[in-house]
């Protein structure tokens, strides 16, 4: 069981992590609706990336702040 301290800190850290998925979100459409050169496609690669990384983090943390219930 978690205590309050550390589920104030992974709330924190988990709003944390929404504000960068959402920021990374808004950079990568806004770089793809825009003709580049291909190595600027390659950082959209690496952006998409990053962006799932913290969705995979995001959701660990709500696993972890909201139990289970029981059928």
């Given at each position: ?39 600027d ?30 059928a």
């Amino acid at each position: 069981m978690l205590t309050e301290k550390e589920i104030a800190d992974a709330r924190a850290t988990l709003n944390e992590l929404q504000v960068e998925h959402r920021d990374l979100n808004l950079i990568v459409e806004h770089l793809a609706a825009t003709p580049l050169p291909d190595q600027d496609q390659l950082l959209i690669q690496r952006l998409k990336k990053r962006k799932l990384m913290l969705k995979d983090k995001i959701y660990q943390l709500e696993k972890m702040l909201v139990p289970d219930i029981p059928a």
